[in-house]
């Protein structure tokens, strides 16, 4: 391919080609391949050195890095990147480390309540659920409804019954319940004096003596997971899945499945997820602005998400970060608070993680 070019580029020299002539044999397929690339998220919070055992923080970068290999495991094959966003998400929602999938907080009443969003960078394309309870990969659901309806996003139980026509996996809410987090869940409902819900049916017998915290208690307040992508065909795409905010009451929805608020993708400029308190992520409709600082005012990406999250949504008293990544390839992250679970990587190159905030 470059051995093409740079015949092409001499015959243009010589004046032998015009062009318009080299502009048309790029649109014929010869222009170069992308160097493909990654970054994923496991949610922000108050993640701190001190508060994590060596156990655990050798867990979530097991996860991390599990995760950020299915992606680069589908783009490595000249998979698309929504096919990479999809399959790094699926497994974390697999995972009972993260807030998402199997591993969701409760609701106030003692349910498992997941969002999720998919967007196509390349045509802007969405698909969207909120407060699904049943389907075991919400990520793949917004997938589907992006693909296999008319609709943009679907919630609730209406969700689920689509998921099932579309042959998706389903699950009894027992599957999506843990110990650690039902216990959590107790202990916030305890402090607020607010009445507990029944256990769930179905589920193991209450351990005696309770179980032991693995990480700092607001670790994942306001957890999500999250992935964006590039491929070697120069598209980008994004995607981001949670089981929302622990002991939350009136199907609450915050900004992961909001198109333009938690995730968002176009070719035009760059694919954004977010975690953090999403009723300010909302308001500001991070993702988009983000986007539109990239697009409209020509912002490099690492100044477009530094300007979102450590200025705006720090003046707004908003919390959380993003991830972020353009065509071009440039990789970001950002994010206001102690720590947030990340990890990116560009084709050719190694791979970067981290989970506080003094690791660069």
Not at 166 to 191: A, C, D, H, N, V
Not at 219 to 240: E, F, P
Not at 332 to 340: D, Q, V
Request: aromatic fraction near 6%; proline fraction near 4%; glycine fraction near 12%.
């Amino acid at each position: 391919m470059r051995r093409v070019f740079r015949v092409l580029s001499v015959l243009m020299c010589a004046g032998l080609l015009t062009s318009t002539v080299m502009a048309q044999t790029s649109a014929a397929g010869l222009a170069q391949p992308h160097r493909w690339a990654v970054v994923l998220h496991g949610g922000a919070g108050v993640i701190e050195r001190k508060s994590m055992s060596k156990e655990t923080d050798a867990a979530y970068r097991a996860a991390l890095k599990a995760a950020l290999q299915a992606a680069a495991d589908v783009l490595e094959k000249g998979g698309s990147s929504l096919d990479a966003v999809e399959a790094a998400i699926k497994l974390m929602e697999d995972d009972p480390l993260f807030n998402a999938g199997k591993g969701a907080v409760f609701t106030a009443e003692g349910k498992n309540e997941l969002d999720s969003a998919i967007m196509d960078g390349a045509t802007l394309k969405a698909g969207a659920v909120a407060g699904v309870t049943r389907t075991r990969h919400p990520i793949s659901l917004a997938r589907a409804v992006m693909e296999k309806s008319p609709h943009v996003m679907l919630i609730g139980a209406g969700a689920d019954q689509f998921a099932a026509t579309t042959g998706l996996e389903q699950e009894g809410p027992s599957y999506f319940f843990t110990e650690r987090r039902w216990q959590s869940l107790i202990k916030e409902l305890k402090k607020e004096g607010a009445p507990l819900p029944e256990r769930p049916a179905g589920v193991p017998p209450a351990p005696v003596g309770g179980v032991a915290e693995i990480e700092p208690p607001n670790a994942h307040k306001y957890g999500t997971v999250g992935v964006v992508a590039l491929d070697r065909n120069g598209n980008i795409a994004a995607g981001t899945s949670t089981g929302g905010t622990q002991a939350k009451r009136w199907n609450r929805v915050g900004d992961s499945p909001i198109i333009g608020s938690g995730t968002y993708a176009s070719n035009e400029s760059c694919a954004v997820s977010a975690t953090g308190t999403g009723e300010y992520f909302i308001r500001l409709t991070v993702a988009r602005t983000i986007c539109s600082l990239v697009q409209y005012k020509g912002m490099k990406l690492q100044a477009a998400v530094d300007e979102v999250i450590q200025k705006e949504l720090t003046a707004l008293k908003g919390d959380g970060g993003v991830i972020a990544i353009t065509p071009d390839g440039q990789l970001a992250w950002s994010f206001n608070t102690p720590g947030m679970y990340r990890a990116r990587v560009m084709e050719g190159g190694a791979a970067q993680f981290g989970i506080y905030g003094d690791e660069k």
